[in-house]
């Protein structure tokens, strides 16, 4: 069962801004806690692109959550802990890409963000 492999606990907020502003552009992103889930995150490589002067490392981050769980596009995950709540992967991640159904369990796809 997939229960058994979801040993760390992601905190994540979803964007709760609506409508728009005086000009008609959308309001600036609220994130607001949403959910604790179970969860397990895993990097699947990380790599170094070079252009002349500048370096960046790509890294394929993934992340698993059970069937039921309130996990979507867009959402951000502010912290990902082990079950005593000690920080595993520091800095905010997001969730990108529509969330793909299993059969046992959700996979999301994640971005390291500022």
Partial sequence: MIAGRLTM???VERDQATG????????PPDFQPLATLNCFVWSNQ???????????????MRALFALGADIAEDDE??????????????GRLKVEGPVQRKHTHLEAALKRIG
């Fill in 9 to 11: 606990r992601a905190a």
């Fill in 20 to 27: 728009t502003d005086s000009w008609g552009n959308p309001l």
């Fill in 46 to 60: 990380g790599r170094e692109i070079v252009d002349g002067e500048k370096s960046a490392m790509i890294e394929d």
């Fill in 77 to 90: 995950i502010s912290s990902v802990t082990d079950r005593q709540g000690v920080e595993i992967i520091p």
